[in-house]
């Protein structure tokens, strides 16, 4: 992939961070009602990870948690918002999404999208409404921040408020006394500059490819669909149940939803490669449906 700074981007490629969250969570979460069926990963359902790949996600953390500060979350959003970087539709993007193809991954020849599409298949084999297909489908084109050249700990990653105390349930939490906020008096207390109860929407979260996205699409799509984009890498909340103290009562009910998507993203990937011929048609009829030719990103 394009790695312009070495020291910025310790993952031979993205894909290695979503590797390391399953090995966090081997199991999707019971969700107590209709079960997608997906089967929990058998044994090395994915790749198994070298020395190197240990040490270059602990890298990759320890420049997240550094960076993720109040005045970067900041500086991003004037940066992106409002969106003015690029015009295109979704199938442009997806095909400027294919130039992250990265070396790690020698069997999957277009990675980031062979992911779009286990996922949205997961949800459409499961009978699920349209607009939960195409979030499923989309739900990672925010990584074209990379594209637009930004480092990988801005990209992807979980992600957390920033402005208050950083909850002990994210990994590695140890990294963040590198971070610069860490000892701001205004953000050290559990709800730091927020109110308690305010809603996620008040809530600044570090800045990566789940927050850029749902900015891109939010206008076309339901309110769960936003949710479940802007939030599918919160994985202190939706799986630590971390921060419930800035929940309002709409994210907690919108919550369900953003678990029920994360059994998709998490437990589909394979090696399998999706036969892209018999099923694009189908997406691009999906996609139509939903977007305009043309978008700002
Ligand atoms: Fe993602
Ligand atoms: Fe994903």
């Known amino acids: 992939m394009m790695n312009l700074n070495e020291d910025q981007n310790p993952l031979h490629s993205l894909d290695e961070w ?4 399953k090995l966090r969570y081997p199991a999707p979460e019971p969700d107590g009602g209709h079960e997608p069926s997906i089967e929990p990963p058998q044994d090395d359902s994915f790749r198994n990870y070298g020395n190197d790949v240990r040490d270059g996600v602990r890298e ?4 997240n948690h550094q960076g993720q500060t109040v005045d970067f979350v900041r500086a991003q959003r ?4 409002p969106l003015r970087t690029r015009r295109m539709g979704i199938w442009e993007a997806m095909d400027f999404l294919n130039e992250l193809v990265d070396d790690s991954d020698p069997d999957i020849a277009l990675p980031q999208i062979a992911h779009a599409v286990q996922t949205a298949e997961a949800i459409r084999q499961d009978g699920q409404p349209d607009w939960l297909i195409v979030a499923g489908l989309i739900h990672d084109m925010g990584k074209v921040l990379c594209l637009f050249g930004e480092p990988q700990w801005a990209v992807t990653g979980d992600t957390f408020p920033v402005g208050c105390r950083h909850s002990e349930k994210i990994v590695y939490h140890e990294f963040f006394q590198f971070n610069p906020d860490w000892n701001n008096s205004q953000y050290r207390s559990e709800d730091g500059m927020y109110e308690p109860g305010c809603g996620l929407d008040n809530v600044l979260m570090s800045w990566g490819h789940d927050e850029y996205l749902y900015q891109v699409v939010r206008d076309y799509l339901p309110i769960e669909a936003q949710y479940m984009i802007r939030y599918h890498s919160f994985y202190p909340g939706h799986r630590e149940r ?3 103290h800035l929940l309002n009562a709409q994210d907690r009910d919108m919550f369900r939803w953003v678990r ?4 998709y993203d998490l437990y589909t990937k ?7 011929d018999a099923v694009l048609p189908f997406y691009h009829q999906l996609v139509a449906q939903f977007f305009p030719d043309s978008i700002w990103w």
């Open 260 to 263: 029920k998507f994360n059994r």
């Open 18 to 21: 979503d590797d390391d969250v």
């Open 78 to 81: 004037r940066k992106y918002l």
């Open 60 to 63: 990759f953390y320890r420049l």
């Open 242 to 244: 971390a921060y419930q």
């Open 270 to 276: 394979s090696e399998q490669q999706p036969d892209l």
